[in-house]
């Protein structure tokens, strides 16, 4: 396995590419805050080199992503276009309507199920299951629906995941996400399906935004992906051979990143431990 070739800033690699399809959560916000270097370089990157699609796994449609990231203090310069699960998870729930589901998740996840004709349901009559996250992301554990899970898997009803990622750092605390409930079901002998990163739906998704901004195909050799997440970010980029820079100060920063920089030898372990290979590394996104 190759080991990532560390850098210091994006603009060593702007010759190399056309595009960045950029993760959001842990890359440019914390969800409480916005990272104002990554910004600058996300927004230097479209000025001077080409579109910066966001390729976000958050489980609602991009409109409201675009409200969260305006009232986080994220510059619209620093971005082209935003891709999110939630956007290719439509595509799932929209398969299987009408029907009644069984919706699990804050109630802010509204905007992924409006204008579906879906009608809500319990554990029991329902004829799948929609997972956005936990009904509260802030207290909830993912044993805390084992029961119901249980009874659901048995009658081998589907989950759809909107959102893959198992945990994401909010502040200084990492909280569990719908992914962490879909590995559960799964578990459990339930059937999860996914349309977010490491997915192929939302790099489809992505890919055709970035070929409408260039009016013309993307070479899939000039796209670099930019991500915190190993089993997201860069499982996703892996399967689809798309070059990956991979934040280390991100979900895995506890470990990846220490008083002198990157831990190289770290970043390499996990790499080997997921079967995965990340093409570049960076402490923290900046220019």
């Known amino acids: 396995m190759t080991s990532p070739t560390p850098i210091q800033g994006l603009s060593e690699l702007a010759g190399r590419y056309d595009v960045l399809l950029c993760d959001v959560w842990g890359v440019i916000h914390n969800g409480r805050e916005s990272f104002s270097e990554a910004c600058a370089a996300l927004a230097r ?31 619209r310069a620093a971005w082209t276009r935003i891709v ?40 029991d009559d329902a004829a799948f299951i929609s997972v956005t996250g936990p009904y509260d992301d802030e207290n909830d554990e993912p044993g805390d629906y084992r ?15 909107a959102n893959p990622d198992i945990v994401v750092q909010r502040g200084d605390k990492l909280i569990y996400c719908g992914g962490a409930l879909a590995q559960l079901y799964e578990s459990l002998g339930g059937r999860a399906v996914m349309a977010g990163k490491p997915y192929a739906p939302i790099y489809e998704m992505a890919l055709a935004q970035a070929q409408a901004e260039l009016g013309r195909p993307a070479d899939p050799r000039r796209v670099l992906c930019v991500g915190d997440g190993l089993p997201t970010d860069v499982r996703g980029a892996n399967a689809r051979a798309l070059d990956i820079l991979f934040v280390a100060n991100g979900i895995h920063g506890a470990e990846t990143v220490g008083k002198d920089g990157l831990n190289l030898a770290v970043i390499n372990d996990l790499l080997r431990q997921e079967g995965l290979q990340a093409t570049w590394a960076i402490a923290d996104m900046g220019w």
Not at 46 to 73: F, K, M, T, W
Request: glycine share 10%; with cysteine; net charge negative.
């Open 147 to 161: 029961d119901r899970f249980i009874a659901c898997a048995a009658r081998g009803l589907d989950l759809i995941c």
């Open 45 to 75: 990157f479209r000025a001077e080199v080409g579109p910066v699609i966001l390729i976000s796994n958050a489980p609602r449609p991009h409109g409201p992503i675009v409200d969260q990231l305006d009232a986080l203090g994220v510059p």
């Open 84 to 123: 999110t699960s939630g956007d290719a998870t439509r595509v799932l729930l929209a398969e299987r309507a009408p029907g009644r589901v069984w919706k699990i998740g804050p109630d802010r996840d509204a905007p992924l199920y409006e204008g579906l004709d879906l009608a809500d349901s319990g554990p």
